[in-house]
Protein backbone atom coordinates (compact mmCIF):
# COMPACT_ATOMS: atom_id res chain seq x y z
CA UNK A 1 0.00 0.00 0.00
CA UNK A 2 0.95 3.50 -0.54
CA UNK A 3 1.12 6.81 1.40
CA UNK A 4 -1.24 9.02 0.10
CA UNK A 5 2.09 11.50 -0.34
CA UNK A 6 3.72 9.34 -2.76
CA UNK A 7 0.43 9.44 -4.46
CA UNK A 8 0.31 12.98 -4.39
CA UNK A 9 3.87 13.38 -5.33
CA UNK A 10 3.25 10.84 -8.89
CA UNK A 11 0.15 12.81 -9.53
CA UNK A 12 0.77 15.57 -12.44
CA UNK A 13 1.25 19.08 -11.65
CA UNK A 14 -1.47 20.01 -14.17
CA UNK A 15 -4.37 17.62 -12.38
CA UNK A 16 -3.23 19.19 -8.34
CA UNK A 17 -3.40 22.38 -10.32
CA UNK A 18 -7.19 21.49 -11.71
CA UNK A 19 -8.15 19.98 -8.23
CA UNK A 20 -7.35 23.23 -6.14
CA UNK A 21 -8.94 25.57 -9.15
CA UNK A 22 -12.25 23.44 -10.26
CA UNK A 23 -12.83 21.13 -7.20
CA UNK A 24 -14.95 22.24 -3.97
CA UNK A 25 -15.47 18.85 -1.33
CA UNK A 26 -18.34 18.36 0.93
CA UNK A 27 -17.42 15.87 2.93
CA UNK A 28 -20.25 13.41 3.34
CA UNK A 29 -18.75 10.81 5.73
CA UNK A 30 -16.06 10.62 8.13
CA UNK A 31 -16.10 7.45 10.77
CA UNK A 32 -13.20 5.54 12.19
CA UNK A 33 -13.42 1.89 11.30
CA UNK A 34 -12.06 -1.62 10.83
CA UNK A 35 -11.33 -4.13 7.80
CA UNK A 36 -9.14 -6.65 6.54
CA UNK A 37 -6.42 -4.03 6.78
CA UNK A 38 -7.04 -2.98 9.82
CA UNK A 39 -8.07 0.17 11.77
CA UNK A 40 -8.75 3.17 9.30
CA UNK A 41 -10.25 6.77 9.22
CA UNK A 42 -12.67 6.36 6.17
CA UNK A 43 -13.63 9.89 4.32
CA UNK A 44 -16.14 9.97 2.25
CA UNK A 45 -16.63 13.17 -0.17
CA UNK A 46 -19.07 14.38 -2.84
CA UNK A 47 -16.71 16.63 -5.17
CA UNK A 48 -18.37 19.80 -7.40
CA UNK A 49 -16.17 20.19 -10.04
CA UNK A 50 -16.32 21.28 -13.59
CA UNK A 51 -16.97 17.43 -15.28
CA UNK A 52 -19.99 17.26 -12.74
CA UNK A 53 -20.45 15.52 -9.43
CA UNK A 54 -18.19 12.56 -8.35
CA UNK A 55 -17.99 10.47 -5.34
CA UNK A 56 -14.32 10.26 -3.89
CA UNK A 57 -13.20 8.24 -1.10
CA UNK A 58 -10.09 8.09 1.02
CA UNK A 59 -9.22 5.04 4.17
CA UNK A 60 -6.21 6.29 6.19
CA UNK A 61 -4.34 3.38 7.77
CA UNK A 62 -1.19 3.67 10.49
CA UNK A 63 -3.92 6.02 12.50
CA UNK A 64 -0.84 6.90 14.90
CA UNK A 65 0.74 8.77 12.44
CA UNK A 66 1.31 12.18 13.57
CA UNK A 67 0.56 13.66 9.88
CA UNK A 68 -2.33 11.31 8.04
CA UNK A 69 -1.01 12.17 4.60
CA UNK A 70 2.07 10.17 5.39
CA UNK A 71 0.12 6.93 6.02
CA UNK A 72 -0.55 4.63 3.89
CA UNK A 73 -4.13 4.70 1.87
CA UNK A 74 -6.63 3.36 0.14
CA UNK A 75 -8.62 5.59 -2.62
CA UNK A 76 -11.40 5.20 -4.74
CA UNK A 77 -13.24 8.00 -6.95
CA UNK A 78 -16.29 7.55 -9.72
CA UNK A 79 -14.92 9.32 -12.60
CA UNK A 80 -14.09 8.21 -16.11
CA UNK A 81 -10.17 9.14 -15.25
CA UNK A 82 -9.43 7.14 -12.05
CA UNK A 83 -11.50 4.10 -14.10
CA UNK A 84 -9.34 4.70 -16.96
CA UNK A 85 -5.76 6.04 -16.13
CA UNK A 86 -5.47 5.25 -12.29
CA UNK A 87 -7.26 2.25 -10.76
CA UNK A 88 -5.28 -0.78 -12.15
CA UNK A 89 -2.13 1.17 -11.29
CA UNK A 90 -3.05 1.98 -7.89
CA UNK A 91 -4.19 -1.75 -7.26
CA UNK A 92 -1.35 -2.85 -8.12
CA UNK A 93 0.46 -1.29 -5.18
CA UNK A 94 -2.59 -2.33 -2.88
CA UNK A 95 -4.13 1.37 -2.69
CA UNK A 96 -7.41 0.89 -4.02
CA UNK A 97 -9.85 -2.08 -5.34
CA UNK A 98 -10.89 -2.81 -9.19
CA UNK A 99 -14.72 -1.88 -9.26
CA UNK A 100 -15.07 0.55 -12.30
CA UNK A 101 -12.64 -0.84 -15.02
CA UNK A 102 -12.07 -4.36 -16.02
CA UNK A 103 -8.58 -4.60 -14.43
CA UNK A 104 -6.65 -5.76 -17.20
CA UNK A 105 -3.15 -4.01 -17.90
CA UNK A 106 -3.03 -0.71 -19.50
CA UNK A 107 -1.53 -0.78 -22.78
CA UNK A 108 -2.33 2.69 -23.40
CA UNK A 109 -3.48 5.02 -20.83
CA UNK A 110 -1.11 4.52 -18.10
CA UNK A 111 1.19 2.08 -19.42
CA UNK A 112 4.06 2.42 -16.94
CA UNK A 113 1.44 1.64 -13.74
CA UNK A 114 2.39 5.50 -12.29
CA UNK A 115 0.41 5.35 -8.87
CA UNK A 116 -0.92 8.76 -9.13
CA UNK A 117 -4.65 10.23 -8.91
CA UNK A 118 -7.19 11.92 -10.33
CA UNK A 119 -8.11 15.91 -9.50
CA UNK A 120 -11.36 14.74 -7.44
CA UNK A 121 -9.15 12.78 -5.00
CA UNK A 122 -6.47 15.32 -5.03
CA UNK A 123 -9.14 17.51 -3.68
CA UNK A 124 -10.61 15.22 -1.24
CA UNK A 125 -6.94 14.87 -0.18
CA UNK A 126 -6.40 18.39 0.71
CA UNK A 127 -9.19 18.30 3.53
CA UNK A 128 -9.53 15.14 4.23
CA UNK A 129 -7.14 14.55 7.13
CA UNK A 130 -8.48 17.72 9.29
CA UNK A 131 -11.94 16.42 9.27
CA UNK A 132 -13.19 14.99 12.78
CA UNK A 133 -14.31 11.23 12.54
CA UNK A 134 -16.33 8.98 14.35
CA UNK A 135 -16.22 5.47 15.66
CA UNK A 136 -18.45 3.68 13.35
CA UNK A 137 -21.54 1.68 15.10
CA UNK A 138 -21.75 -2.03 15.27
CA UNK A 139 -24.51 -4.04 14.61
CA UNK A 140 -25.50 -7.20 14.95
CA UNK A 141 -25.00 -9.86 12.70
CA UNK A 142 -27.66 -11.51 11.10
CA UNK A 143 -28.52 -15.29 10.62
CA UNK A 144 -28.75 -14.61 7.03
CA UNK A 145 -25.16 -13.24 7.02
CA UNK A 146 -23.75 -15.70 9.03
CA UNK A 147 -25.27 -18.01 6.27
CA UNK A 148 -23.51 -16.41 3.90
CA UNK A 149 -20.04 -16.17 5.09
CA UNK A 150 -20.23 -19.82 6.32
CA UNK A 151 -20.94 -20.15 2.48
CA UNK A 152 -18.17 -18.48 1.50
CA UNK A 153 -15.40 -19.65 3.24
CA UNK A 154 -16.70 -23.65 3.48
CA UNK A 155 -14.89 -24.08 0.22
CA UNK A 156 -12.04 -23.10 1.91
CA UNK A 157 -12.05 -24.90 4.91
CA UNK A 158 -12.68 -28.08 3.46
CA UNK A 159 -8.97 -27.47 1.17
CA UNK A 160 -7.06 -27.34 4.14
Not at 14 to 36: E, F, G, L, P
Amino acid sequence: MLTLAKILKATPRDVITRANTQCSVRIVKSIYDIDANGEHKFVLGNVKATDGNRVAAIKFYQLNKKNLVNSEVWVYCSCPYHKYYCEVALAHYGSTSIIESNGKYPFVNNSRLVPFTCKHIAALARKAPTVRAVKAKTSRITSQEIELMLKQIGPLIKGL
